[in-house]
């Protein structure tokens, strides 16, 4: 069955550093896979897409990657800050559904 | 975008009720979308409802537990019925939207059961 595996531990990093999450995913191969932030007690907000054709995506501060070989995409935040600190999910839509599986996600602490 | 309101936030409740959770979209889709997140989980989709059908179950969820209904393209409600502390849990409502597919959360309504 599809699986997807993110960081379960926490990811602690200091105020101006790069912050870099990891998601792994087997058994399928998504066209597409999407980045979403949740912060405690809301919703997940969507952040980034990024195609399998697509090596890279930046939006402002935050860069995705994805190596379809690798079966992996890397989420990265450049000069992270303490409001960037939140639980960051990894979700590739589900083989022939319209709708999205989600990973446990990583929490990210930025500390000032 | 899609503005999503869900009611109510939040409930106490007792083992063996049911609780009806309410959610509204600002603008017509064909889908919707129910989740359940448990504590320290991710999401885990529950179903999909379209207007004018049966709600579709993923594994491990059935009607009888978790009804939903869908009476026009802005509005759905998701039952949890005979409830017990394993219900507890943030219940989510969801729509896809926008030419790149993304998917649109309510703030989701935090249910403990007792």
């Known amino acids: 069955s599809q699986k997807i595996e993110q960081n379960s531990e926490a990811l602690n990093i200091q105020e101006g550093k790069t912050a870099t999450l990891t998601c792994n995913y087997t058994?399928?191969?998504?066209?597409?896979l999407q980045w979403y932030r949740q912060d405690p007690g809301r919703g997940p907000v969507f952040l980034l897409l990024i195609r399998e054709n697509e090596k890279e995506k930046r939006k402002e501060r935050l860069k995705v990657t994805f190596d379809t070989t690798l079966k992996q995409s890397l989420f990265h935040i450049t000069a992270s800050q303490p409001a960037d600190s939140a639980t960051y999910l990894c979700?590739?839509?589900?083989?022939?559904?319209?709708?999205?599986?989600f990973g446990k996600g990583t929490m990210l602490l930025v500390s000032p | 975008s899609a503005v999503i309101s869900q009611k109510p936030s939040r409930d106490i409740c007792q083992r063996g009720t049911s609780l009806t959770i309410q959610c509204q979209v600002d603008?017509?889709?064909?889908?919707m979308f129910w989740y359940r997140q448990q504590p320290g989980q991710s999401l885990t989709l529950i179903a999909t409802a379209n207007q004018g059908s049966e709600a579709t179950y993923e594994s491990g969820f059935v009607i009888d537990k978790f009804p939903i209904s869908r009476p026009n393209l802005t509005f759905s409600t998701l039952t949890v019925s005979n409830m017990s502390p394993e219900d507890s849990s943030i219940y989510l409502c969801s729509v896809t939207g926008g030419p790149l597919e993304t998917q649109y959360f309510g703030p989701g309504t935090r249910l403990l059961v007792l």
């Open positions: 603008s017509q889709v064909t889908m």
């Open positions: 058994n399928y191969s998504p066209a597409y």
């Open positions: 979700a590739p839509p589900y083989s022939g559904y319209s709708t999205l599986t």
